[in-house]
C-alpha cells in the first residue's frame, strides 16, 4: 500500500508548507503531493485553490485573487499558515522549485491544477522536473508521478513523453464505479493508474482496473476504518491527511519509500508486457 501525504501531513499543519511536508517526510510518508498554480509570470507555486482568499493572509488580512492574476513577489507578500493556526503565520507559499529543492530524497506525486487556466503549465513541469534530473526516475522507478482531473493536461504530457508516468483523478461529481469503468481502457492509453474518490470504490471498480494494468489510488481518506475497507478491496495507494493513521494499519516489514514504487512501476511494465503478448 502506498502511503501519499494529501498537502503534506495536512491533518496536522497547514496544507502545501514546508511544515506539512517535513512532517510527513518525518512520518515516513511514500509520496509528498503537490498541487500546481501558476504566477502572472509563469512560475509555478504549489498551492490548491485558484485563489488565494482562503489560506493567504498579510497581517491578518485576506490575500485575495486568483494566483495566476499575481507576480511571485506579489505571492512573497502573503503568508499561507496562520489560516491554520498562530504558531504557523512563518509559512510562505512554495515555489515547485523550492519544493523539489528541499526534499532531496522525497517522491512527489504533482497535480496540474485548472491546466485550462494556464497555458504552458505542463511544460513549465516537465522542465522543471528535467533542471532537478527527476525525469529518468519518474520514468524507470515512479519517482514522481502526474496527476490530473484534466485529461487533455495528462494526454499532452503523455504526447511529450509517453514514459511518464500519470494519473487520472476522477471527480465524484461526475463519475460512479460504473461510469469509470466504462472509461478505463481510453485511460490506460495514457496513464498507469486512477485517482478516483474513495466513494466510488468497490471491487469490480478495482478488479477491472487491475486487469488494465492501472493502478488504483482513491483520495482523500482519513478514516481508518474507510482505509481497511479500501485495503480489503486491493486497492495500490491511498492519499491521506493523516499518513501516520494510514502508516499504523500496515505491516511493519512492507516496502516503504522507494522501494515500493519500484515494485509498482516494475508490476505495471510486467503487466503490459504480458497483455501485449495476450493480444
Ligand atoms: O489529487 C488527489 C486529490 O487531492 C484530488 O482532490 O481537490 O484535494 O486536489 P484535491
Ligand atoms: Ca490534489
Known amino acids: 500500500m502506498i502511503v501519499i501525504a494529501h498537502r503534506g501531513a495536512s491533518g496536522y499543519a497547514p496544507e502545501h508548507t514546508f511544515a506539512s511536508w517535513d512532517l510527513a517526510a518525518a512520518m515516513g510518508a511514500d509520496y509528498l503531493e503537490q498541487d500546481l498554480q501558476m ?13 488565494l482568499d482562503r489560506t493567504a493572509r498579510r497581517n491578518g488580512v485576506p490575500c485575495t485573487g486568483r494566483v495566476i492574476d499575481h507576480t511571485l513577489a506579489e505571492l512573497e507578500q502573503c503568508e499561507v499558515g496562520s489560516w491554520f493556526g498562530p504558531t504557523f503565520v512563518d509559512q510562505r507559499v512554495p515555489t515547485l522549485d523550492e519544493v523539489l529543492k528541499r526534499y532531496p530524497d522525497a517522491n512527489f506525486y504533482i497535480e496540474t491544477k485548472n491546466p485550462e487556466e494556464a497555458p504552458g503549465m505542463e511544460e513549465n513541469l516537465l522542465q522543471t522536473l528535467a533542471d532537478h534530473g527527476l525525469i529518468e526516475p519518474a520514468r524507470t522507478e515512479w519517482r514522481v508521478l502526474i496527476q490530473s482531473f484534466s485529461e487533455a493536461s495528462l494526454r499532452k504530457i503523455h ?23 466504462r472509461r478505463l481502457e481510453s485511460i490506460a492509453e495514457y496513464a498507469v493508474g486512477i485517482g478516483p474518490h474513495f466513494s466510488d470504490v468497490d471491487a469490480a471498480l478495482v478488479e477491472t482496473a487491475h486487469e488494465h494494468c492501472l493502478s488504483v489510488h482513491p483520495y482523500t481518506i482519513d478514516d481508518v476504518a474507510e482505509m481497511a475497507r479500501l485495503d480489503s478491496l486491493g486497492v495500490d495507494g491511498i492519499f491521506t491527511n493523516f499518513p501516520d493513521r494510514l502508516l499504523a494499519t500496515l505491516p511493519v516489514d512492507e516496502p516503504r519509500g522507494l522501494d515500493a514504487l519500484r515494485l509498482a512501476a516494475d508490476a505495471y511494465a510486467r503487466c503490459r508486457r504480458k497483455s ?4
Open 159 to 181: 504526447a511529450a513523453d509517453p514514459a511518464l508516468p500519470l494519473i487520472q483523478l476522477l471527480h465524484r461529481k461526475w463519475e460512479t464505479s460504473g461510469s469509470i469503468r
Open 39 to 51: 504566477t502572472r509570470e509563469g512560475i509555478l507555486v504549489v498551492m490548491h485553490d485558484e485563489t
Open 276 to 279: 501485449a503478448q495476450e493480444t
